[in-house]
């Protein structure tokens, strides 16, 4: 079946680094755009980040530009997250989800389960 | 303060019918396709519609989806318990040129 599983979660102190990784199964993962939602608890949905299924094309979220970079290894079906300068406002459930279509356009069809990430001192 | 715009609650009776909506401007919802995603309480978000008003297989029709100018909206019929949730809408942005989410819409089955 269609899964994905998030990794890499914890607890980090604030300007530090982190990296998420999220692993993919039970579909083509070269063939799909693939995106990072975060959601502080309690809290709406806030979109991080998106890259094209060949991973030539990013986009991301204004609060986290510049300090995140979203990249995926279609040989190991891995998405990953890796953010630094970390800040408490980073604080938040991450969830990776497969986009419907290549290019990250489309909607998001399968969502991982999360995974949560503190910044705090 | 997300550029889209949705009620922060909604509740109604089983049985009966409501609608979310979903307000946005001319470089979201006005260029671009809506998606609604359902979120149980303690769980990952679902995908409920698409392209503003398709459903992915799996997704009774009580669920519906429609898209006027810079407004969208999901509306369920037959209400059910547990469609209690919370309800985001989602459009890419082209000033942004990202996703924006729907603040958010926590529906209470009275």
């Known amino acids: 079946q269609v899964q994905l599983v998030e990794s890499g979660g914890g607890v980090v102190q604030p300007g530090r680094s982190l990296r998420l990784s999220c692993a993919a199964s039970?579909?083509?993962?070269?063939?799909?755009?693939m995106h990072w939602v975060r959601q502080v608890p309690g809290k709406g949905l806030e979109w991080v980040a998106v890259?094209?299924?060949?991973?030539?094309?990013?986009h991301y979220g204004n609060s986290v530009k510049g300090r995140f970079t979203i990249s995926r290894d279609n040989f190991k079906n891995t998405l990953s997250l890796q953010m630094t300068s970390l800040r408490p406002e980073d604080t938040a459930v991450y969830y990776c989800?497969?986009?419907?279509?290549?290019?990250?356009?489309?909607?998001?069809?399968?969502w991982g389960q999360g995974t949560m990430v503190t910044v705090s001192s | 303060q997300s550029v889209v715009t949705q009620p922060p609650s909604a509740s109604e009776a089983p049985g009966r019918s409501v609608t979310i909506s979903c307000s946005g401007s001319?470089?979201?919802?006005?260029?671009?396709?809506v998606d609604w995603y359902q979120q149980l309480p303690g769980t990952a978000p679902n995908l409920l519609i698409y392209?503003?008003?398709e459903r992915p297989s799996g997704v009774p029709d009580r669920f519906s989806g429609s898209k006027s100018g810079t407004s969208a909206s999901l509306a369920i019929s037959g209400l059910q318990p547990e469609d209690e949730a919370d309800y985001y809408c989602?459009?890419?942005?082209?000033?942004?040129?990202?996703?924006?989410f729907g603040g958010g819409t926590k529906l209470t089955v009275l």
């Open positions: 989800a497969k986009d419907g279509g290549w290019s990250g356009y489309d909607f998001k069809d399968v």
């Open positions: 039970g579909f083509t993962f070269r063939s799909y755009g």
């Open positions: 890259i094209s299924n060949d991973g030539s094309n990013t």
């Open positions: 001319s470089s979201n919802i006005g260029r671009n396709a």
């Open positions: 392209n503003s008003n």
């Open positions: 989602a459009t890419w942005d082209d000033s942004l040129n990202g996703w924006v």
